[in-house]
């Protein structure tokens, strides 16, 4: 792939990603809320654990398909031989470990690199979810007991 196609390849593969994590997390929030008017008034531990519980199952579920996605466009475009190896470039790039085992040539570098930049935004994106979702129970939790 010349640099204009892994540029425009990678910006694509990395929107698609991002506008179904977003889907998702949009999807995890109505859930939430319904558990939320479920639960009630009275905020039990269990109530609690289910609710991160939910949150985090959708955020899990949102980067695997990620890493995925991007699985397929390695083995598709041909730059890794077999699934098993593009799951794991995938997901050591998606998560930025970048062990350095497993090296793509000049000609997909760069769309790789768009994985990383992907795994960064989403996991960004996942943390504010789970910091505005979770400090909403808690705030509920707080209501219920009378505490701060």
Aim: charge should be positive; charged fraction near 10%; aromatic fraction near 12%.
């Amino acid at each position: 792939m010349s640099l204009l196609q892994q540029l425009l390849w990678g910006s694509l593969v990395l929107i698609l990603c991002l506008i179904l994590e977003t889907a998702i997390l949009l999807l995890c929030a109505k859930t939430l809320k319904r558990l939320v008017k479920r639960f009630g008034a009275i905020v039990r531990p269990r109530h609690t654990t289910s609710f991160i519980f939910v949150a985090l199952s959708y955020v899990i579920f949102a980067h695997t398909l990620q890493v995925w996605i991007w699985s397929s466009g390695f083995v598709l475009s041909g730059a890794l031989p077999d699934w098993n190896t593009a799951v794991y470039f995938s997901l050591v790039t998606y998560t930025t470990l970048g062990y350095g085992d497993v090296i793509l040539g000049p000609a997909m570098r760069i769309f790789a690199a768009f994985s990383a930049v992907t795994g960064l935004l989403g996991f960004g994106i996942s943390t504010a979810f789970l910091v505005g979702a979770i400090g909403h129970i808690f705030v509920v939790d707080n209501k219920v007991d009378g505490d701060i």
